[in-house]
């Protein structure tokens, strides 16, 4: 019964005509354990396939399956000579969602492709935890770069501020402040004049 689920997923994931049914196929393969030839083509998925939904999935998969198997290659493929390898392996790595190195993020981060450097400056807005990676965001905010990836820089320094730092998010105790929920109907709610 394991095999011929095993080889549905295959020919599922392959079947180019129905990308939902690729995607669910993805999804399905984690339930798969121990098998290398799952493991292959999900790597195969994450570089070679065109949908970008399918390749979250396959890397969610392989988060799964073999995280540090993935973490490997994934961090392997950001020195690849082929500048879409590299982009995807870093946009891979900011969906497996673990902190990356700070020698590979400066590798993106200073990279001659534009591409690249997009997806670096995403993944570290994501999962970047140092200072050094504001300094080095930073000085990426010239008039020279195009403004859509300026305004990916300077999005990604606040997130690292607001999510690492926590100046703004947190009130006096040091908890986040939550709104209040009301339930019912919202007409009979009358909040306080300041």
């Given at each position: 019964?394991?095999?011929?689920e095993k080889?549905?997923?295959?020919?599922?994931?392959?079947?180019a005509n129905?990308?939902?049914?690729?995607?669910?196929?993805?999804y399905?393969?984690?339930?798969?354990?121990?098998?290398?030839?799952?493991i292959?083509i999900?790597f195969?998925?994450?570089?070679?396939?065109?949908d970008?939904?399918?390749?979250?999935?396959?890397?969610?998969?392989?988060k799964?399956?073999?995280?540090?198997?993935?973490i490997?290659?994934?961090k392997?493929?950001?020195?690849?000579s082929?500048?879409?390898?590299?982009?995807?392996?870093?946009?891979?790595?900011?969906?497996?969602?673990?902190p990356?190195?700070?020698?590979?993020?400066?590798?993106?981060?200073?990279?001659?492709?534009?591409?690249?450097?997009?997806?670096?400056?995403?993944a570290?807005?994501?999962?970047?935890?140092?200072?050094s990676?504001?300094?080095?965001?930073?000085?990426?905010?010239?008039p020279y770069?195009p403004?859509?990836?300026?305004?990916?820089?300077?999005?990604?320094?606040?997130?690292?501020?607001k999510?690492f730092?926590?100046?703004?998010?947190?009130?006096?105790?040091?908890?986040?402040?939550?709104?209040?929920?009301?339930?019912?109907n919202?007409?009979?709610?009358?909040?306080?004049?300041?």
């Amino acid at each position: 019964m394991r095999f011929s689920e095993k080889e549905r997923l295959i020919n599922e994931i392959f079947d180019a005509n129905n990308p939902v049914r690729q995607r669910k196929a993805a999804y399905r393969m984690r339930y798969i354990k121990n098998d290398p030839e799952i493991i292959r083509i999900l790597f195969g998925a994450c570089y070679e396939a065109s949908d970008v939904k399918l390749q979250q999935e396959a890397v969610k998969s392989l988060k799964i399956l073999k995280p540090e198997k993935a973490i490997k290659a994934f961090k392997q493929s950001t020195f690849n000579s082929d500048a879409e390898k590299r982009k995807r392996a870093y946009y891979h790595l900011r969906t497996l969602g673990i902190p990356i190195p700070l020698e590979i993020l400066k590798n993106g981060l200073e990279d001659e492709n534009v591409a690249v450097r997009r997806a670096a400056v995403v993944a570290s807005g994501k999962l970047g935890n140092n200072y050094s990676i504001i300094k080095i965001l930073k000085q990426l905010l010239n008039p020279y770069e195009p403004l859509s990836l300026q305004k990916e820089i300077r999005k990604a320094i606040d997130n690292i501020e607001k999510n690492f730092f926590q100046t703004k998010s947190l009130n006096k105790y040091h908890f986040k402040e939550e709104k209040p929920f009301y339930r019912g109907n919202t007409d009979k709610y009358y909040p306080k004049a300041f």
